[in-house]
């Protein structure tokens, strides 16, 4: 019973590190913080490697107070920015983050970010997982940078 138990647990400790390690992000950037600004996005590709679906219910970053994911919508010739909940993505699918769509939002940073610097950004997956990577900081998209 207790040797069940055990491969028990490691199965499923095995297909959640499994899931972590599936989401791919490739080319994470942020943008430099205007002056006086405290406020910021930022930006990448994620891709499900994996042949399981991974949910996304977060972002987080040490150098923010708050960051979520946001989308932004055209309404009545208006640009508007909302909260996305939650992003799935489906075996072998991809999500663009990018200027004009769906970004990250970090708000309240602890200081303004600089060109040059690299924060890291953590996606909160659905199994309490979390997935991290390096973003450069810059003013403008950065070429070809993947994990």
């Given at each position: 019973?207790?040797?069940?138990?055990?491969?028990?647990?490691?199965?499923?400790?095995?297909?959640?590190?499994?899931?972590?390690?599936?989401?791919?992000?490739?080319?994470?950037?942020?943008?430099?913080?205007?002056?006086?600004?405290?406020?910021?996005?930022?930006?990448?590709?994620?891709?499900?490697?994996?042949?399981?679906?991974?949910?996304?219910?977060?972002?987080?970053?040490?150098?923010?107070?708050?960051?979520?994911?946001?989308?932004?919508?055209?309404?009545?010739?208006?640009?508007?920015?909302?909260?996305?909940?939650?992003?799935?993505?489906?075996?072998?699918?991809?999500?663009?983050?990018?200027?004009?769509?769906?970004?990250?939002?970090?708000?309240?940073?602890?200081?303004?970010?600089?060109?040059?610097?690299?924060?890291?950004?953590?996606?909160?997956?659905?199994?309490?997982?979390?997935?991290?990577?390096?973003?450069?900081v810059t003013k403008h998209k950065m070429s070809a940078h993947s994990h």
């Open positions: 019973m207790l040797r069940t138990l055990f491969f028990l647990t490691l199965t499923l400790l095995g297909n959640a590190t499994v899931l972590a390690a599936d989401l791919n992000i490739a080319h994470g950037w942020a943008r430099e913080t205007p002056p006086g600004r405290l406020m910021t996005a930022a930006y990448g590709t994620l891709t499900n490697t994996g042949d399981k679906t991974i949910v996304i219910n977060g972002v987080s970053s040490d150098v923010a107070a708050h960051s979520s994911l946001h989308a932004t919508l055209i309404e009545r010739d208006r640009s508007t920015m909302r909260t996305v909940k939650s992003l799935s993505l489906a075996p072998g699918e991809e999500a663009e983050l990018a200027p004009g769509g769906m970004h990250i939002m970090l708000m309240k940073l602890d200081s303004p970010l600089k060109e040059g610097q690299s924060i890291d950004i953590c996606f909160k997956l659905e199994n309490n997982n979390d997935v991290c990577d390096d973003f450069s």
